[in-house]
Nanobody, 118 residues
Framework: QVQLVESGGGLVQAGGSLRLSCAASGSIFSINAMGWYRQAPGKQRELVAAITSGGSTNYADSVKGRFTISRDNAKNTVYLQMNSLKPEDTAVYYC????????????WGQGTQVTVSS
């Protein structure tokens, strides 16, 4: 059994910051890529940021320069530092992780709400 548990969401004013964490636990051999997605009401889930096991990152254009993804492999944890938050960043944020050996095997967290007030 593998679990991904997110934390760090909440309510913040525009221009503020939040740091999300996502810890993986259970039967883990290794973690390949990890990422953060978000889904706003009435919209499709979209990629926010991703990081490979080697530390390479990619970001959605809408968050470049404001968000930073990082990971601590010893703790099986991925982080998302969100600065200069905007009301349009309001969404449920989900983390995911590829724990596959040979073939991808993705797991998802339950989501954490981020609300940015104007």
């Amino acid at each position: 059994q593998v679990q991904l548990v997110e934390s760090g969401g909440g309510l913040v004013q525009a221009g503020g910051s939040l740091r999300l964490s996502c810890a993986a636990s259970g039967s883990i051999f290794s973690i390949n890529a990890m990422g953060w997605y978000r889904q706003a009401p009435g919209k499709q889930r979209e990629l926010v940021a991703a990081i490979t096991s080697g530390g390479s990152t990619n970001y959605a254009d809408s968050v470049k320069g404001r968000f930073t993804i990082s990971r601590d492999n010893a703790k099986n944890t991925v982080y998302l530092q969100m600065n200069s938050l905007k009301p349009e960043d309001t969404a449920v944020y989900y983390c995911n992780a590829d724990l596959g050996v040979g073939l991808p095997l993705w797991y998802w967290g339950q989501g954490t709400q981020v609300t940015v007030s104007s």
